[in-house]
């Protein structure tokens, strides 16, 4: 018997290490698979198609386009409006100089609060339900993961919703992203004799149809999924900043590659950093087209996680004295360099003045880096309507066509940069289908100054929508309503911009009317989604996700 109960012990022992140790790696699973299905090879060289050897003065061209887009970059993440990482720690003056040598809108604001909506609304210049694109796309093994992490229920703290009813008839998560029957800017400028190139992140989908190079793209070098390793993480020359109170930061250290892909062929290590992978690049791409009119798509996946820096832009920032601050911190450091790069080789090229250059990030700041300032003054963070979820930096510059230091209060959309292209190339916008953008160039045009173009209204009603998480914005008056909680959020913005009086319940005739536009809105412009969110997650509102729970933090649940 005795003998027995030994046994069972050491049963019950080996058990319990074998199911912390699958508890633990079971993170790595999916990896794995990844990279046994879809091997990884050395790192090659590429060559960008070049363009012919000589032709008329640039000026006797129509523009080149340039899109810069960041990834959860907050509003106070770069130093033009006199914030910056770290309390003004981390100065961005290639960025900001967009702004100051162009133009830069005080309220511009992100297609939706997460990624992939935000994309779609930029290559399309509609809304993204418009055409079922409600979520941001997920695999369902990392919808389960996450949502059995950080989102379960505990004291003080509402509970995460994973839907596993909703698994069932799911499209492929390759076939999640914009439909090959929209027309994306780059099809639009492509079919109107622009060379066409994306590099970086791309989010709107993995089948081939979908890929870069099936919607406009001549050239593609990225990675197709929601995000990958910026260097491996035991490289000597790169800093990590792990984020243990993030169950989404857990998934994607063991999972996501080191890989990139060049027009949708097998994929490959990139060289060095990937921030400046995506740099080098842009800065080569540019220069083979420098002699014909080229549409360029570069996005940037940073600052989003995995926070990796290099060493040399870490080692730079002793000033900051949080590490995961200093590593965020060296990351918009290099963005902001390699920014500094694609504008000196306009110049260098030749092609400077004309050129149009627009920046922007896909949404605010991320409540998961645990970052309280990304977003400030506004409340609120990614996977949230509130300003800060949504306001983000938003700057064009084009010498002798945009006035200088050219401030416009808004609002300017994602929507608008696809018309803001269209008319800049002199290219009609489709007829034949609803757009949603405008033309920004009549509110920075040069010649009208900086105060007449500021008094340019681009919009006097915008609508965002993510399940029952529905806004409108009229004139300055902002209405978010949402089922969970449910409430509604009222808020004048020309006296209130940083959302902190809530007059729902003093004006409730308001409310009604503004829901009113919620509800033609949804009739008019929005589909059943292609698919469905897996997950409802509680966000709060005023404190980033390393923060405690405490009974009475206001939050709101966001579905993805």
């Not at 720690?89 to 997460?114: K, L």
């Not at 949404?363 to 309507?385: H, I, Q």
């Not at 100054?449 to 965002?464: C, E, Q, S």
Request: glycine residues 10%; contains cysteine.
């Amino acid at each position: 018997m005795r003998r027995l109960w030994i046994g069972l012990g050491i049963l019950a022992v080996v058990a319990g290490v074998g199911y912390a140790l699958f508890d633990h790696y079971k993170y790595h699973i999916p990896g794995i698979i990844s990279r046994w299905r879809d091997p990884i090879a050395p790192n090659h060289p590429i060559t960008w198609s070049p363009g012919p050897a000589t032709v008329a003065a640039a000026s006797k061209r129509p523009p080149n386009i340039i899109v810069i887009l960041a990834d959860d970059m907050g509003y106070n993440d770069i130093s033009l409006f006199g914030g910056g990482v770290g309390g003004g720690a981390v100065p961005t003056p290639n960025i900001d100089s967009i702004g100051r040598q162009g133009a830069s809108f005080d309220t511009g604001y992100a297609a939706n609060a997460t990624c992939s909506p935000s994309r779609a609304a930029i290559m399309t210049g509609r809304y993204p339900t418009r055409f079922g694109f409600e979520f941001t796309a997920v695999p369902v093994v990392f919808a389960r993961a996450v949502s059995r992490g950080e989102h379960a229920a505990a004291q003080d703290r509402p509970a995460g919703i994973f839907h596993e009813e909703r698994t069932k008839g799911l499209i492929d998560y390759p076939d999640m992203g914009v439909p090959h029957s929209e027309i994306t800017i780059a099809d639009l400028l492509r079919s109107n004799g622009y060379h066409t190139m994306q590099i970086g992140k791309w989010h709107l989908g993995e089948a081939k149809p979908l890929q870069p190079n099936g919607q406009g793209f001549d050239e593609a070098l990225g990675f197709l999924a929601g995000g990958g390793m910026f260097m491996p993480q035991d490289d000597p020359g790169v800093v990590n900043a792990k984020l243990p109170w993030d169950p989404i930061d857990r998934f994607l250290w063991p999972n996501l590659p080191y890989a990139v892909q060049w027009n949708g062929g097998q994929r490959f290590a990139p060289k060095g950093h990937l921030t400046d992978y995506w740099t080098d690049n842009a800065v080569a791409a540019i220069k083979a087209n420098r002699n014909r009119p080229f549409f360029l798509y570069l996005a940037y996946n940073a600052p989003h996680t995995p926070l990796q820096a290099t060493k040399a832009d870490y080692d730079a920032l002793p000033q900051i004295k949080d590490h995961t601050t200093r590593v965020y911190g060296a990351m918009i450091r290099q963005l902001d360099r390699g920014v500094g790069r694609v504008l000196q080789t306009l110049k260098d090229q030749g092609i400077d003045d004309n050129t149009l250059v627009i920046f922007t990030s896909d949404n605010g700041g991320a409540w998961y880096t645990g970052l309280a300032e990304s977003n400030a003054p506004f409340r609120g963070y990614k996977a949230t309507y509130f300003e800060g979820g949504l306001r983000v930096p938003f700057l064009l510059r084009w010498p002798g066509r945009i006035t200088p230091g050219t401030r416009v209060p808004g609002p300017a959309h994602h929507l608008d940069i696809f018309a803001t292209a269209a008319a800049a190339a002199g290219v009609p916008m489709p007829a034949d289908r609803p757009m949603d953008g405008v033309s920004l160039l009549a509110s920075v045009a040069a010649g009208t100054g900086a105060t007449a173009a500021a008094t340019r209204v681009p919009h006097d009603r915008l609508f965002w929508r993510s399940g029952d998480n529905k806004v409108v914005r009229d004139g300055a008056w902002k209405l978010q309503i949402a089922a969970k909680p449910n409430a509604a959020w009222l808020y004048d913005l020309s006296t209130d911009p940083t959302e902190r009086r809530n007059l729902a319940a003093a004006q409730p005739a308001r409310v009604t009317a503004m829901r009113a536009m919620i509800a033609a809105h949804d009739r008019d412009a929005a589909r059943k989604p292609l698919w469905p969110a897996l997950i409802e997650a509680p966000i709060r509102i005023d404190v980033p996700l390393n923060t405690p729970w405490k009974r009475g933090q206001e939050y709101v649940y966001w579905s993805n």
